[in-house]
């Protein structure tokens, strides 16, 4: 029986700091992002990928807001989830399915395009927290856009307003079945890209869209235990995990077992704007019956398999 491993790969490995986030230039990152994935493909892996969209999705919604006052209506948050799903999905597979044949392998790659089911009550809703989009307003706009949009803003580090939103749990990925059907048949899956298309449903099992983003690694987390992986792994900007992460003390963790993962939550080593969801996010995918998390850099992915570079959460 081939292994099957869920790989979150972060926006920001697709535009990377300093650039534009031009098609030439993430065209060129998503290439460079996938050595490592073309080596488990080599040994066997049956492979699901998902991908985060902030800087992707923060672009369109300025292109929005440029657009709108030429009479161009702008998309709602939720459409906008399901573009990038399309684009970005579309610059991994094209650039997969090439490095593939490069290599002389002859393996389907596919993009779905992925609803998230979420509570329309979910406590977020309550208080928005989600920055979205890299514009900065002052206070008297931020009040504007209040009264006319009906937007949430707050402040972010004395830098400004941000427009925030809510981020749900996810509930059930639709479509689980047909996901999990296409990777244990072999086919390379990209699924659940920017954390999914938030949806709610109703009683009769209608779906409407909100406007919510859903953090990818807890998309991830759900996806891999549908479709059965042994392994969810997470690429960041990291190689570990550490303690006292940006301290003169800070150490590296190779491994954590589940209880040492949520002590260490509890005491605050994991800050909910950095590292905080990915160590929630394995946590949740552990008990849920999972057998291990890898949280490593792009870089060190084959190291990190080989149990020679990241850390592993383990039950």
């Known amino acids: 029986m081939k292994k099957t491993a869920l790989i979150a790969l972060g926006g920001n490995a697709i535009i990377k700091a300093g650039q534009k986030g031009t098609a030439y230039q993430q065209f060129e990152n998503t290439a460079q992002s996938l050595d490592g994935i073309v080596r488990l493909i080599h040994e066997g892996y049956n492979i699901c990928l998902i991908h985060g969209n902030g800087p992707q999705v923060g672009?369109?919604?300025r292109q929005q807001e440029l657009a709108e006052p030429h009479g161009i209506p702008p998309l709602p948050l939720g459409l906008l989830n399901a573009a990038t799903q399309g684009t970005m999905g579309y610059m991994i597979?094209?650039?997969l399915q090439n490095r593939l044949k490069e290599q002389g392998l002859e393996q389907d790659v596919i993009s779905i395009l992925t609803q998230i089911v979420v509570d329309e009550n979910d406590?977020?809703?309550c208080a928005p927290a989600k920055f979205i989009g890299s514009r900065y307003y002052s206070a008297d706009e931020a009040e504007q856009l209040r009264k006319s949009t009906g937007w949430t803003l707050i402040e972010d580090s004395g830098k400004g307003y941000r427009r925030v939103v809510a981020s749900p749990t996810p509930q059930k990925i639709i479509p689980a079945k047909s996901i999990a059907e296409l990777i244990a048949s072999g086919t390379i899956v990209i699924a659940a890209g920017g954390g999914g298309i938030p949806v709610t449903e109703d009683e009769h099992g209608k779906l409407s869209t909100i406007d919510a983003v859903i953090d990818k690694d807890l998309a991830?987390?759900?996806l891999a235990h549908e479709i059965g992986a042994e392994s969810f792994i997470i690429l960041t900007s990291v190689e570990k995990v550490f303690l006292n992460y940006g301290k003169a003390n800070q150490e590296p963790?190779?491994?954590?077992?589940?209880?040492e993962a949520k002590e260490h939550y509890e005491q605050g080593q994991f800050p909910a704007g950095s590292m905080g969801p990915k160590i929630l996010a394995a946590m949740d995918f552990i008990q849920r019956g999972g057998k291990e998390v890898i949280i490593t850099s792009i870089e060190n992915l084959i190291p990190a398999i080989e149990g020679k570079a990241g850390t592993r959460i383990y039950a």
């Open 220 to 222: 991830g987390a759900l």
């Open 93 to 95: 597979e094209q650039s």
């Open 59 to 61: 672009n369109m919604l």
């Open 253 to 259: 963790i190779s491994k954590l077992s589940l209880k």
């Open 123 to 125: 406590e977020s809703f």
